[in-house]
C-alpha cells in the first residue's frame, strides 16, 4: 500500500500562512490525496482531496508537485481553531476501506 | 440537519462483557465504517459496509462484530469484551466508496 510521511508537528502563528506538506513517493498514477483534520475530542473532519491538478475551497488550498510525490496543505491564515492533528492519506486502489491513517502532523497554532 | 450520531460516549465495563456501540446516520450514505483510535496512534479500521446486509472486515477486526440490518445504522459489538478494546470508537459515513468521510464525535470505552 502506499504510504504518506508527514512531519510529527509543526507550529505557526495566528493569522499567518501554514505549509503543511506531505511526501508520497510510493504513489500510483490512479491514487488521491486527501487531506483529514481532527480537532481536540472530536472525530476527524475532511480537508480536502485531489488528484493531479492543485484544488482549492473554502477550507484549505491543495497544492500537489508535478510529479505526484509530495503534496502541501495551505491553510491561508491560522486561526486557533485550526489547531488540530492534520492526516495526509492515500486511497489505494478500491474504496474508502483503504484510507489509511497515520499518526499525522499536529499543528500548534500561537495567539 | 443529517448528522451522525455515536452512542454511548462514554462506557465502562468489565471485561468479558458483551458491548454494542451504536452508530446512526441521516444522510441515508450506503458505506458506513468503524475505527478505534488508541494514545498516539492514528485510526484503524474495524469493519465497513457498503450496503444493507454488506460487511466486510478491517485491518483490526478480531474481537468484534457488526451487522447491517437498514441504511441508518452500523452497531459494532464487542463479544466478549478485553482490556485491549479500551480505546475511542469512530463511526464513519461516506456518499460514494471512495468519496469524503463523515466522523461521528466519538465512543470512549473503557474495559476494566
Known amino acids: 500500500d502506499a504510504k504518506t510521511t508527514q512531519p510529527n508537528s509543526m507550529e505557526s502563528n495566528e493569522e499567518e500562512p501554514v505549509h503543511l506538506p506531505c511526501n508520497h513517493s510510493?504513489?500510483?498514477?490512479?491514487?488521491?490525496i486527501h487531506w483529514y483534520r481532527q480537532l481536540p475530542s472530536q472525530g476527524p473532519e475532511y480537508v480536502i482531496h485531489?488528484?493531479?491538478s492543485n484544488v482549492n475551497n473554502r477550507m484549505a488550498s491543495l497544492a500537489i508537485a508535478e510529479d505526484r510525490k509530495s503534496s502541501t496543505l495551505i491553510l491561508h491564515r491560522a486561526t486557533l481553531r485550526d489547531a488540530a492533528v492534520y492526516y495526509c492519506i492515500l486511497t489505494t486502489q478500491g474504496g474508502s476501506e483503504k484510507l489509511v491513517f497515520g499518526k499525522g502532523t499536529k499543528l500548534t497554532v500561537n495567539p | 440537519d443529517a448528522e451522525i450520531t455515536q452512542s454511548p460516549r462514554h462506557k465502562i465495563t468489565e471485561t468479558g462483557r458483551q458491548v454494542t456501540l451504536a452508530c446512526h446516520q441521516t444522510?441515508?450514505?450506503?458505506?458506513m465504517f468503524w475505527y478505534r483510535q488508541d494514545l498516539g496512534h492514528g485510526l484503524r479500521l474495524i469493519h465497513y459496509s457498503y450496503g444493507v446486509q454488506d460487511t466486510n472486515k478491517g485491518e483490526v477486526s478480531d474481537g468484534y462484530s457488526v451487522s447491517r440490518s437498514n441504511t441508518e445504522d452500523l452497531p459494532l459489538t464487542l463479544e466478549s469484551a478485553a482490556s485491549s478494546q479500551t480505546s475511542v470508537y469512530f463511526c464513519?459515513?461516506?456518499?460514494?466508496?471512495?468519496?469524503?468521510?463523515?466522523f461521528g464525535e466519538g465512543s470512549r470505552l473503557t474495559v476494566l
Open positions: 485531489g488528484l493531479t
Open positions: 464513519a459515513s461516506s456518499v460514494t466508496a471512495t468519496g469524503e468521510l463523515f
Open positions: 510510493t504513489i500510483s498514477g490512479t491514487d488521491y
Open positions: 444522510w441515508n450514505h450506503n458505506n
